[in-house]
């Protein structure tokens, strides 16, 4: 039986609205500025005794086109008690905050002395000192349980036995020009060339007694050779320590020559006395990855995926007996995949975050491979365990970006911060709708409806198309893609959960494999017709469709294979040849899983390629992309737009030179907005 679940506006977890209420006196649309200018908090820490906590939050300079980032503590349970701002430079940036075990002070990183240091704030005098003085910038650093030892890592020539060595380890530097020589794979990863040779490195060191780590450092890599944590996007969720400070653990996957098609990430163990890595999952090909030690010392847990080169296989927690060496995969029997896990502070438990149909929940999981959601509607985007057996997480959804609340060993809840309250009050608010229907292969698909609260008349309607394309397009803010801000100018903005997507189970992840133009683009056509009967106030016929990287290829495809269906498309870093795709890409390992093996081996490799469609395109099409972007290069829409334009096709390409698959500078993203809704506008009457 179909079902559609009308939420209100502000949405709520437990008692906590995920909105603000607006003043209706001053409130006026949201604008693509307003968006950009939205404060962003992340990087929660809390105190060893669960009393404090501090947080990272950033601010945008848009004159000075960039953010800013500054440091905030909070003290619970004390009435009326206000986050205090601790950390904050003038044009410096201070970030990733943590408390040293003994609860007495708060290390973080910070740019005041030129480069990325580490940084000390005493919390009874409130006084600040650098507590780091390497050659090189730090990247991010895990302190020991003993409070006497520090984790640090930074990209490091692989030759270099200290923190940072005056020699740059780069070999790709072969003559006197600018000329970069490669022998191997990977040659570039997401925006960078690669510099083989150096590597992201994890070095310990110890604490002294004037809080200052001192310049001997001790390699833990060993022999190995790759990044720890890994490129572009780990982080300190890649290392940590064991519980009795004796040991580094960490995930890497080897720099060779299969490492573009590899997800083979490995969980290591080196001892601080032996610095030789003993390498732990070595019978999982697949990725093994956030390695965690229980407090108490009797567990590693840690996520991990079955399949090797597939990188979005269902990720699995697994716990490790560091006494007999067992291992259990505690959550193998729940098809849902663990985006993140931390240990609650008595060792019973884990509290991890999944996807689940439009929602991306709280949940403990405890030894016996119990689990308890602990939270409903909204995206939980980190949490943090306290000692008291509380939790502070922080939420966001559609109608809000991330605040903190607090929610207590008996499920009670109370909201800690609200970042964006000034702003938030004088916007706007929006709509949101969950819909369900009968889509390809006869399963049930999820979407989104996002509208102008209180809107007359009819809506004219944006199809927005998720990337991934094993993602979604979920009840969370977003900075980039978001459903809140496009709605705003006027439009009922829909989404599809099409086959492919994640928090429905593996199998439904798995469906779109080698199935790019099928399931999905029939999901994405049920659902536009399914749309129009569920809300009559949407004018389907009138409509344009949007998407990126995936959503970008499906533009394209939707061009040759739907052409007469939409008054406009926004293709933005779309694939436009998928043989080229095969060969331009870097992570090799994500196009031969989805399109099952290298070009050359495929079955049927030209069955989903939208280039052999591109004598039907017709609708008007605004192509975007990023120079930097090298996971699908700028060279597929300028094949599209030259595609268009040798037709007679109305289009516009809009290219920026120092953005990568995403849009982030501030004035770029401003321009980005723009853009898109000069487009629609033009084809769509918006009130």
């Known amino acids: 039986m179909k079902k559609t679940f009308l939420i209100a506006a502000l949405l709520g ?23 950009v200018m ?30 800013k980032t500054d440091l905030y503590m909070l003290r619970l349970g004390s009435t009326g008690a206000q986050p205090v701002l601790f950390a904050s430079r003038p044009d410096k940036n201070e970030h990733d905050p943590a408390f040293a075990p003994d609860g007495k002070s708060i290390f973080y990183i910070s740019n005041e002395s030129g480069s990325d240091q580490i940084w000390r704030y005493d919390i009874a005098s409130a006084k600040t000192t650098q507590a780091s003085h390497f050659k090189t910038d730090v990247s991010g650093f895990k302190i020991a349980p003993d409070g006497q030892k520090f984790a640090v890592w930074g990209d490091i020539a692989r030759d270099c036995i200290e923190f940072g060595c005056a020699q740059d380890g780069d070999t790709s530097k072969t003559g006197p020009g600018t000329g970069r020589a490669y022998d191997q794979l990977l040659v570039r990863h997401w925006d960078q060339w690669e510099t083989p040779g150096n590597y992201s490195r994890v070095f310990t060191m110890v604490l002294g007694a004037d809080g200052k780590l001192g310049a001997l450092a001790t390699a833990m890599d060993g022999n190995l050779v790759g ?4 490129k572009p996007f780990g982080g300190g969720d890649e290392i940590g320590w064991s519980a009795d400070s004796s040991a580094v653990l960490f995930a890497l996957r080897r720099a060779d020559a299969d490492e573009a098609k590899s997800t083979n990430l490995d969980i290591y163990r080196s001892a601080l006395q032996s610095p030789t890595p003993v390498n732990l999952t070595t019978d999982n090909a697949g990725m093994d990855t956030t390695p965690a030690a229980s ?14 080169t597939y990188e979005a296989d269902r990720l699995v927690v697994k716990l490790m007996d560091l006494k007999s060496g067992k291992v259990i995969a505690l959550t193998d029997k729940w098809d849902r995949s663990v985006a993140s896990l931390v240990w609650a502070a008595d060792s019973k438990s884990l509290l991890v975050t999944a996807q689940d149909i439009l929602e991306t929940p709280l949940y403990r999981v405890d030894l016996k491979a119990k689990i308890t959601r602990l939270t409903e509607r909204g995206s939980i985007a980190e949490a943090v365990p306290l000692k008291n057996g509380g939790v502070v997480y922080a939420i966001n959804s559609i109608n809000a970006p991330s605040d903190l609340v607090h929610m207590d060993a008996k499920g009670r809840t109370k909201r800690l ?25 006869g399963d049930q698909v999820y979407g989104q409806i996002v509208k102008p609260q209180g809107a007359t008349g009819k809506l004219p309607v944006l199809l927005v198309v998720h990337g991934g394309p094993q993602g979604t397009f979920n009840n969370s803010w977003s900075y980039r893609w978001n459903p809140a801000v496009m709605a705003s100018q006027g439009y009922a903005v829909v989404s599809v959960d099409f086959h492919g997507s994640t928090g429905y189970g593996q199998k439904f992840t798995d469906s779109i494999n080698k199935n790019w133009g099928g399931w999905p683009l029939e999901d994405l056509q049920k659902g536009m017709e399914a749309v129009s009967k569920i809300d009559t106030q949407l004018d389907t016929a009138n409509a344009c469709a949007l998407g990126g990287s995936y959503g970008g290829y499906m533009m394209n495809w939707i061009a040759g294979n739907w052409p007469d269906r939409f008054k406009c498309l926004v293709t933005h870093a779309g694939i436009f040849d998928l043989r080229a795709m095969a060969y331009e890409t870097e992570e090799l390992w994500f196009d031969q899983w989805d399109n099952k093996g290298p070009w050359t081996t495929r079955s049927d490799p030209e069955k989903w390629n939208p280039v052999n469609h591109v004598a039907k395109w017709k609708t008007p099409s605004l192509v975007i992309h990023g120079e930097k972007d090298y996971r699908i290069p700028y060279s597929q829409s300028l094949a599209a737009f030259t595609a268009l334009q040798q037709q007679g096709v109305e289009s516009k390409l809009l290219v920026f030179p120092d953005e990568n698959h995403w849009v982030l500078k501030p004035k770029n993203s401003i321009q980005w907005h723009r853009a898109v809704f000069d487009w629609v506008g033009k084809h769509l009457k918006a009130k």
Do not use: C
């Open 295 to 308: 407090p108490d010392g009797k567990w590693l847990a840690w996520t991990s995926m079955a399949r090797a």
């Open 227 to 230: 990044d720890a944590p890994s």
């Open 38 to 67: 939205m404060k962003r908090l992340s990087a929660v820490a809390a105190s060893p005794d669960g009393t404090m906590i501090a947080y990272q939050l950033r601010e945008t300079d848009l004159d000075a086109n960039k953010g």
């Open 13 to 35: 977890t437990s008692a906590i609205s995920l909105g603000v209420l607006p003043n209706h006196a001053l409130a006026r649309p949201m604008t693509e500025t307003d968006l």
């Open 417 to 441: 911060t609200n970042v964006n309250v000034d702003m938030l009050r004088t916007l706007d608010p929006v709509d949101y709708q969950k819909f369900d229907f009968t889509g390809a292969n």
